[in-house]
């Protein structure tokens, strides 16, 4: 059984524990500085398949069957998966858990799926209405430029605040026993201020984040060196500074214990300009390394904080401004 | 706190209560045998907007606005606005909610998301993760026109079996006091029986509305005849009647308690084919005729089975089939 505190915090009574959890990337992700610290990287980003979208379930599948795996359970164990990507209609997501025979419970949250999966998932699972779930989300490359940008042959020219988007995806299982639990949840509201650069989404989600993460310390009485590290999802260079600029004018000082999924995924000499992005950025990073930190003892409580833009080509051509939203779960590891 | 039942089937112990609804619809869908039954009938299908997709959030709004002035609430009152539609990274919702100032989870669950919707926001007020919270959907036969098929002045021929999108939004409130209320909820599996054909969503849909509505039946140990009224959200004349079929299979007969929104919503004589379809389809025939049904005691008991036929144009081009799912809540009235 949840209960609410402060303005939007969700308290998770029970805990539910996060039992397994795994990541899939694809080749330049595996070659970043995060190389070592996923479960599988590909040595072709189509893996197989005959099409990027096709590339993107399969990544998605993957990472979802060896969460699976690694919590000893089995497909069937599961009461819903609950997953999302940016492809139109989630497809990548639908087609990865097609043949599951599982519920299936489709998200869009854009880039910030992942931790709203993660949230919905515990709320669940707290509540009673499941035992063990899993949350899923994944991105690609290819499959996003040609949707969003240019076909991946026509070689446009990227503006110095574009991201990369990930060929990546996480899953993570949710309900059971393990030492790494969720023990609060957040949903963001969406927050328009007005940025219509569909190359600049850091400064679209950024204040999203920043709604987010200060209505989460402060609901729960909380600084942020509370906590062994912050991390948004995908804000890259750009939307990561102007979070720090607005909560430094509440005199929150986040950068002792602050990171970006985005920034953390390439390396500077890896073309990725701003960062990276995607459902799978934040979903492979959380699923990856920072998860392997906490079973290690090296983070014992963490915020993960996923931002998404609401946005669409079609909008984006009719000068709809791109709204921000960011979910937000915070996991703890109990013991040393 | 929620229960489990039998295979997959979620008992609400605390019976969340739905406090409001609204439904909003298109010109020809106001002029169809449900006419009168909504809350409002625009006069023109742009409702004042610059856009299709812009007309399409107006909907939806408005039908979140509404349910919750019913609702005797006001938007700050609401924890959650969980909605989604068929549009492209679901835009038509984000821009539906973006001034809400109340936390939005974005769902994709094709035609099914009202009832996905219901389901998850139904669990959430029950686990206690929220007070009140708004479920909706919205589509327009505009946007998804031009997004999925031909655009409008093309002319396009359409099929037999096509089915028309629904202009239309619904939107109900969940949590507080009521004499409706959902009493149980389900999650349905992806059903993929190798369906190809995008002018034929009910062949794709029915399968997983017979895997969710028997499964729910014999989790509850009810029959048919249990309920007042089972809907479906958008099978159409196809889907319905393979539904049918399907299940007399099984040696049950759904006819004497049985509709379909799509078959609901246009007359013989508005050339909508094999019946409507699309988000707003099933939720403004919820949200409309059926929940003024319930309220005004001719429905007691009914289960609320919204569809959805999970594809892209992409997908569709790539020779994917298409697969099924179908999520529902079974909604009581108390009282005479």
């Given amino acids: 059984m949840s209960k609410r505190m402060g303005k939007r915090t969700i308290v998770l009574e029970k805990k539910p524990a996060l039992t397994g959890f795994a990541s899939v990337v694809g080749q330049k992700e595996g070659e970043g500085p995060l190389a070592g610290r996923f479960d599988f990287v590909a040595d072709d980003d189509r893996l197989g398949e005959s099409s990027w979208e096709l590339a993107e379930s399969h990544l998605q599948r993957s990472a979802i069957e060896r969460a699976v795996e690694k919590s000893g359970l089995h497909l069937p164990d599961l ?35 992942m931790a709203e999966g993660l949230a919905l998932g515990s709320c669940l699972v707290d509540g009673g209405a499941a035992r063990r779930v899993a949350a899923a989300a994944s991105s690609h490359f290819c499959s996003a430029e ?24 996480g899953a993570a299982i949710l309900g059971g026993k393990g030492n790494i639990c969720v023990t609060h949840a957040i949903f963001g509201q969406q927050v328009d201020m007005g940025v219509t650069d569909a190359n600049n989404m850091g400064a679209a989600m950024a204040p999203s984040a920043y709604d987010t993460i200060s209505t989460l310390l402060s609901d729960l009485g909380a600084e942020p060196r509370d906590f062994d590290c912050i991390v948004t999802g995908d804000l890259g ?86 709204a921000g939203v960011c979910h937000a779960v915070v996991l703890e590891r109990s013991g040393n």
Same sequence: chains 1, 2.
């Avoid at 492809?87 to 854009?110: D, H, K, R, T, W």
């Avoid at 701003?274 to 979903?283: E, K, L």
Wanted: net charge negative; with cysteine.
């Fill in 237 to 322: 260079y750009v939307g990561s500074d102007l979070l720090l600029t607005l909560l430094r004018e509440d005199n929150i000082d986040l950068s002792p214990v602050y990171s970006d999924c985005g920034n953390l995924l390439f390396g500077p000499d890896q073309d990725a300009h701003a960062g990276g992005s995607g459902c799978g950025c934040s979903a492979c990073v959380l699923c990856g390394p920072l998860l392997r930190d906490m079973q290690d003892g090296k983070i014992h409580r963490l915020i993960f904080a996923g931002t998404g833009a609401l946005m669409s080509p079609v909008s984006v051509q009719q000068g709809q401004a791109i």
């Fill in 79 to 113: 009461d819903m998966i609950l997953a999302g990507d940016l492809l139109n209609q989630c497809i990548g997501s639908s087609i990865a858990s097609v043949e599951s025979n599982v519920p299936y419970v489709g998200l869009y949250g854009a880039c910030s799926t």
């Fill in 146 to 169: 040609r949707q969003y940008r240019f076909p991946l042959a026509y070689g446009g020219q990227r503006t110095p605040t574009a991201q990369w988007t990930a060929t990546a995806a």
